[in-house]
């Protein structure tokens, strides 16, 4: 019965991170997507991106260029 509770709870555990990360990514990717096909393809005559080629395009972007922060405190 122990070994019954251990897997439901593993399992518990990584269906939780994979909702988290889903929830996560759709955060990170919904505006760009949103505001790409709604707003700059149809004035530019661009192509229209799904949800993943949006996603994946900013993950490159993120790691080609990445974000410096090169504010100094002051005491």
Known sequence: MEMINKTSTALTVIISIVFLSLIVVFLFTAPTWYIWNNIVAPKFD????SFWETFFTMMMIR????????TKKEK
């Open 63 to 70: 790691f080609i260029i990445p974000t410096y922060n090169n």
């Open 46 to 49: 661009a192509p229209l991106f």
